[in-house]
């Protein structure tokens, strides 16, 4: 409109000059040069602005440019006039995208990539938010001793229930990531989680984008579609396509969805960040350095913040089970123990042979030999600690040759007196101390009847008759006589005296007689220091001689006594007549 006005402009000025020159009178040859001069400074200009004019509204291509200068302007009042020129545009402009998408989507995704990544998030987080809600909702009824533990933390953290389960539910470890170009498959970029040992990482992305080629080209999906996990052992691979470059995590564990947002974060700002270098990369091969922070976000693990919980609460379950085991279990243990500590009594116990032992309906049962004369076992069993109700045994009969029951069996036969005691020798039975003639005429007989008793040795043992007249002969011994200086009669205080011993010597004669045994009695006479010896000599078979005539006199037999002195005493202060008493078996 405004060129057409100008151009109106212009031709009111060219009339008005061609006006003024109709007016003008005829001048002479010279003022008409001048006149030309003149209506060309005034007319030219003008004349070249209409012939602009006329091309420009002649040239479609001029148009273009003025409606571009003028259209953003005109659009925005127009679209803020009323909603026609939305609904004129629209069925154009989504009929232009069909044709842009039909022939050629990539630019599309090229320029939704970074808008639809996070609208995608929103809408998972939304529906995990949701999916955390159902879980917190069925959860809510669980009643265990985790389950207490988890609402505790949630209830400290501020975290619903259901996210603090899964929290402890899921560990892992992402060890490596790898930055690959989508169209010729190289490493762009290579990172490491400390302290793993790291794999060849061109090799890795040679692989990656091998197994991407063959699942597209086998399974005949398209172009946007690929390989986004790959399970090898405890090991997981997760790749994350976006328009030029594919970002792949090689994990330990079971990761969390999450981790795959996380991976999309990260590949949309490297996107975002190196658009230009990922371009010129696929078209030079030439490496560049991915910006710090972007993947060191994805290099994160995941380990249960309450393990050392989780291990003492599984210390404490494992104590209330061998609790519960125990209670069940430890008495049958120790009566087993105490059976067991039984057998081994009733093994080393004199006599008794255990032939079998176990259980049988609850009982304990035993089998085997017993000597008569071996403890009894329910009596053991009862010391042990093990109920003889509990107790099945039986034991047959069989004589033991060990040498303690032999000798019971001996003492239960021969029937010693308390002053005789029994012993075995190998196989030979060996009486010790005293014992009548009768006596040792039984044992003679009976000894070798008793099982396990071979010969009989008397020898250590002493005849009672014979001890009790010895011990009668060392009674009378002890009797002495004192006599004055010089005298050869006792003393007036013990002439009676002399009546006692000889009724001794006669029964003791009597009791020798009896017992086949032949007594002397020899009479020593004892004199002190006074006078020579000689006369002391003499003094002392004086006074030996005078006794036993005294004692022949009360009837003591002459054959038994005889008088003597006794010339080894040293003790030259005694004036006595002592005895001496032999015995001897005839």
């Known amino acids: 409109m405004a060129d057409r006005l100008r151009v109106e402009q212009g031709e009111a000025r060219v009339d008005g000059a061609e006006r003024l020159e109709r007016e003008v009178p005829m001048t002479p040859v010279g003022g008409t040069d001048r006149l030309q001069e003149l209506r060309a400074l005034i007319l030219d200009p003008e004349r070249e602005r209409i012939r602009a004019i006329e091309r420009k509204l002649a040239s479609p291509a001029l148009h273009v440019e003025d ?7 005109a659009i925005t009042r127009r679209a803020a006039s009323d909603e026609r020129l939305g609904a004129a545009l629209g069925p154009v402009v989504g009929e232009a995208i069909k044709a842009s998408v039909r022939r050629d989507p990539q630019p599309l995704v090229d320029a939704i990539f970074p808008v639809m990544g996070p609208a995608i998030r929103r809408a998972i987080s939304n529906a995990l938010g949701e999916l955390v809600q ?38 892992f470890r992402v060890e490596q990531l790898f930055v690959i170009h989508r169209e010729s498959g190289l490493l762009i970029e290579h990172r490491t989680a400390p302290g793993v040992q790291a794999l060849a990482p061109d090799l890795v992305a040679s692989m990656m984008t091998a197994l991407r080629d063959f699942a597209r080209d086998s399974f005949s999906v398209s172009e946007q579609q690929g390989l986004d996990s790959l399970a090898l052992g405890d090991l997981t691979v997760w ?44 078209a030079t091969g030439v490496p560049f350095a991915i910006r710090d922070g972007i993947l060191e976000r994805c290099l994160v693990s995941q380990a249960s913040e309450s393990s050392r919980s989780g291990q003492w609460r599984t210390v404490l379950l494992g104590v209330a089970v ?52 071996a403890r009894d076992p329910i009596a053991l069993a009862a010391a042990a600690g093990i109920d003889s109700a509990r107790l099945s045994a039986k034991w047959e009969p069989y004589i033991a040759l060990r040498p303690e029951f032999v000798v019971r069996r001996a003492q239960a036969l021969l029937h010693p007196s308390p002053r005789t005691t029994l012993r075995l020798a190998g196989d030979t039975l060996v009486p010790g101390g005293v014992a009548s003639a009768a006596w040792r005429a039984e044992a003679q007989r009976l000894a070798l009847a008793v099982p ?81 010896e000689e006369a002391n000599v003499a003094l002392r078979r ?23 002195v006794d010339s080894t005493s040293t003790d030259r202060t005694l004036r006595q007549v002592r005895l001496r008493i032999s015995l001897e078996r005839r």
């Open 134 to 171: 159902s879980l917190n909702t069925t959860l809510e009824h669980t009643v265990s001793l985790r389950g207490l533990a988890w609402r505790w933390e949630a209830m400290r953290t501020g975290k619903s229930f259901g996210e603090v389960v899964l929290s402890h539910s899921l560990l």
């Open 452 to 532: 396990g008793v071979g010969a009989l040795r008397l020898t250590e043992l002493a005849d009672s008759a014979e001890v009790a007249l010895r011990a009668t002969a060392d009674s009378i011994e002890t009797i002495t006589f004192d006599y004055p200086l010089g005298g050869t009669t006792p003393v007036v205080a013990q002439a009676a005296r002399i009546d006692s011993l000889a009724s001794r010597l006669r029964r003791f004669l009597d009791d020798a007689a009896r017992g086949e045994r032949s007594a002397r009695i020899e009479l020593i006479g004892l004199a002190d220091s006074v006078g020579t």
């Open 322 to 373: 061998l609790a519960a085991v125990g209670w069940c279990a430890v008495p049958r243990v120790m009566e087993q123990r105490r059976f067991d500590g039984y057998l081994d009594q009733l093994r080393r116990e004199p006599g008794v042979v255990v032939g079998s032992a176990g259980r049988a309906d609850g009982r304990f049962v035993l089998t085997g030999l017993r000597d008569p004369l």
């Open 542 to 564: 004086a006074r030996a001689d005078r006794m036993r005539s005294a004692l022949q006199a009360r009837g003591v037999t002459v054959q038994s006594l005889s008088a003597g």
């Open 67 to 73: 409606v571009a200068k003028v259209l953003p302007e």
């Open 239 to 282: 790749a994350e396509s976006g328009p030029g470059a594919i970002l792949a995590a090689v994990i330990r564990g079971q990761p969390p969805l999450a981790l795959r947002e996380t991976m999309q974060q990260a590949l949309e700002e490297v996107h975002l960040a190196h658009a230009d270098e990922i371009e010129r990369f696929g």
